[in-house]
């Protein structure tokens, strides 16, 4: 049902409509009427302090929890659960174990599916592990991989399925600077491949810039969008993007729209 | 240390020579491989045993020498060949062990689930199971000779009882230790309850599950030689109060030997079984790949 196909075109629009979100049982507004229009095949970061909602945001958007108040819509649907064709991917790999590289891959469809679809398409799932240089770790158990290398694994377990819209709860938060350059390269190069929906939750002012299409920067309690920031450089971005002058203007843009959204004022 | 070892030197405290020897006697000993440094420490405890046996002139029925024990050990090893009468002691106490095991291993998950997984076997019976295993267990040995007879019953009985505790706290325990973060993995791929089960939760749960089995077996053990002491006549528990009836203290120390074995063999079969199926718990996964030039990934 999932036929590979790198030049798959969609048509994926998320649409977030004056969502409010107050966990139970208390009184602090996680969320307060936040609207976001995502175009199809964009990619979007969200970023803002602890506590300004950001994966609360995500979460509802992965169908995981439902805001107590606006809804949010994935091709004129309202998100009810976790939609078909959505990817998701958090800070730890959570690979499981007990499985091999290519068997954890395989988990998604073999949830979906069952084993015998999984087992259809181990194919696919070498192909993804080599596009992300992991050639040769099919057979690997988690315990053997590195850092990366299990993030990588989690990359190529969320594309198994060939969604059309990517949620990324700070997937390379817990990675040191230079592997994470180079898996943000490879983020936005698989983006534009699959010209999937991109919406990337972190807490790096340069990730969010380098990735980036529009980056909403967002403040706490309560948690809302302070400021809508487009950034307009040239695609693909690479290293050299990073001493780009522009790329410094950006960056200063969002860093203070962030103090401000927290109340630290720049005169 | 080095300052102080030197100028304790020059004051000539400690000659240098002394020092030095020292040092590579204690060098020798911490890089002996292990199963000699084992054997060693045995056979120093043995041999210190019996020159305090034999200076002492302690009698066999206090203390009996190790080379008394050898003997009575070889006599013991004879009766166990096959026909022989020690031999189907021997078998009795295995089958009570392993019924009762088996006993404790489908009451014990079965209870376990019950207490891990409702809130109300959280609530109202692990508080139950935890105070029962603060209790001196063995002290119920009178009422299952009560309850089941002299016969086997009673014994696995209190083998299962026995061994039963350690494997719902192991199972409990373990279904508790799925991560949140795994749970979100699983509802974001929209898995069915019984995959969220039997493809997560039951998994993370092996390793504390034989965590448990590991104690169980060995309280098997203990729960059915106790019930053999008690009452019955059968098996190897019995041989060894008829012996120490006698007296006999060498002969009584063969046949704990011989218990120990069967209590050494009965772990490690447990603890084989564990590293077979949840070899990916180990830490060192890695360095075992390495060691065992890539092994692990060829045969699985």
Request: charged share 15%.
């Amino acid at each position: 049902m999932n036929q590979p196909s790198a030049t798959a075109q969609n048509s994926a629009q998320y649409r977030i409509e004056d969502v409010s979100h107050t966990f139970p049982g208390t009184d602090i507004e996680a969320l307060q009427n936040v609207s976001i229009d995502i175009k199809p095949g964009s990619f979007i970061s969200l970023i803002g302090p602890s506590g300004c909602g950001k994966s609360t945001l995500l979460n509802a958007m992965a169908g995981l929890l439902t805001p107590s108040q606006g809804q949010i819509l994935i091709n004129g649907q309202q998100v009810d659960g976790p939609p078909e064709d959505v990817g998701i991917m958090f800070q730890k790999a959570t690979l499981l174990p007990w499985r091999t590289t290519v068997a954890n891959v395989l988990l998604p469809i073999e949830l979906r599916d069952g084993a015998q679809a999984a087992k259809a398409h181990t194919d696919d799932a070498l192909a993804i592990i080599e596009t992300v240089g992991l050639k040769g770790f099919e057979n690997a158990y988690p315990g053997e991989l590195s850092g990366g290398m299990a993030q990588r694994a989690a990359i190529c377990r969320m594309l198994i399925t060939e969604p059309d819209v990517l949620l990324l709860d700070e997937p390379f938060g817990a990675l040191d600077e230079l592997t994470r350059e180079r898996m943000d390269l490879e983020l936005q190069s698989i983006a534009l491949s699959r010209n999937a929906t991109v919406v990337l939750v972190t807490h790096s002012i340069p990730e969010a810039v380098f990735l980036s299409d529009t980056v909403y920067a967002m403040s706490a309690r309560p948690g809302r969008i302070s400021e809508i920031i487009e950034v307009d450089l040239p695609r693909p971005r690479e290293m050299d993007t990073l001493n780009h002058p522009d790329f410094a203007r950006y960056v200063g843009r969002v860093r203070t729209a962030l103090n401000e959204g927290h109340g630290v004022h720049n005169d | 240390m080095t300052n102080n070892s030197r100028s304790a030197q020059k004051r000539g405290i400690i000659p240098a020579p002394i020092v030095n020897t020292a040092m590579a006697i204690s060098r020798w000993f911490n890089n002996l491989p292990q199963v000699i440094a084992v054997a060693l420490v045995i056979l120093t405890v043995l041999l210190g045993w019996e020159l305090i046996v034999r200076l002492g002139d302690i009698p066999v029925i206090i203390l009996p020498s190790p080379s008394l024990v050898g003997t009575q050990v070889i006599t013991v090893f004879g009766q166990l060949a096959p026909g022989e009468f020690l031999l189907g002691e021997l078998w009795t106490t295995i089958q009570e062990v392993l019924i009762g095991f088996g006993i404790a291993c489908v009451f014990g998950f079965a209870i376990g689930l019950w207490v891990g997984q409702t809130k109300f076997g959280q609530k109202a019976v692990m508080p139950l199971f935890v105070a029962l295993e603060a209790t001196p267990k063995i002290a119920f040995a009178p009422v299952f000779i009560a309850w089941f007879g002299f016969g086997i019953t009673s014994k696995y009985v209190l083998a299962a009882f026995m061994s039963v505790f350690p494997i719902i706290i192991g199972t409990a325990a373990g279904l508790a230790a799925t991560s949140e973060d795994e749970l979100k993995l699983f509802k974001s791929m929209k898995a069915r309850a019984w995959d969220v089960f039997w493809k997560l939760k039951m998994l993370r749960a092996l390793p504390f599950i034989f965590a448990g089995l590991k104690i169980a077996i060995v309280a098997a053990l203990t729960g059915a030689v106790a019930a053999e002491f008690i009452g019955g006549g059968i098996g190897f528990g019995e041989q060894i109060r008829l012996a120490a009836t006698r007296l006999a203290l060498d002969r009584v120390f063969a046949l704990i030997l011989i218990l120990s074995l069967l209590g050494i063999a009965l772990f490690s079969l447990v603890a084989w079984v564990q590293k077979k199926v949840t070899f990916w718990d180990s830490p060192n996964l890695r360095l075992m790949k390495k060691g065992k030039n890539s092994s692990l990934a060829v045969t699985r």
